[in-house]
């Protein structure tokens, strides 16, 4: 999909929020694929920074993204929470694609390394995030965020605990 197709394909999105119980039915893989096909809704957060998933498979998915001039800190430079907020999207997702029927999850920790600063002109960047682990009740994920031209942007590391879906409900 190129920048443009994929930039028109985020506004034709719908969000909102996913009841807990279609996640405690379908589990993390069938969720995010039916976000994928525009089955479900998107988070909203995604729609206020522009960004949305793009590829999803067990143990990996990919979000695309456009930093804009709505993103700027004060130095105009991309402010680091939105790309914070894109590593966190595709480490934890990473990590839903494993959860059977009946599980849930939360982000314990995450990491994120800024090696290159962003700009509200650079066009689509890419997130892919991959997983490390899946145990019983921890797993661990790595991500990569990258231009158009596949330069490194930031890297990071994340660990989710593992627990049964009911516990958000509490």
């Known amino acids: 999909m190129t920048s443009g197709a994929t930039t028109a394909r985020r506004r034709t999105l719908h969000y909102g929020t996913i ?3 279609v996640v405690a039915r379908e589990g ?4 995010l694929r039916a976000i ?3 089955e479900l809704p998107n988070p909203p957060i995604a729609e206020t920074l522009d960004f949305a998933l793009s590829e999803v498979d067990e143990g990996r ?3 695309s993204g456009n930093p804009n001039a709505e993103h700027l800190n004060p130095l105009g430079a991309v402010h680091g929470g939105w790309t914070a907020t894109i590593m966190d999207s595709a480490l934890a997702c990473c990590i839903m694609t494993t959860l059977a029927p009946g599980e849930g999850y939360t ?9 290159r600063p962003l700009f509200a002109d650079m066009g689509e960047v890419t997130c892919e995030g991959n997983l490390v682990h899946r145990g019983r009740t921890i797993a661990t994920s790595e991500a990569f965020l990258r231009d158009a031209n596949g330069k490194l942007l930031a890297h990071g590391t994340e660990t989710c605990a593992i627990f049964p879906i009911d516990n958000l409900t509490r």
């Open 36 to 38: 994928l096909a525009g």
């Open 19 to 21: 009841p807990l119980s």
């Open 28 to 31: 993390g893989l069938n969720v």
């Open 107 to 115: 982000t314990v920790e995450f990491k994120v390394n800024l090696t």
């Open 61 to 63: 998915v990919v979000f």
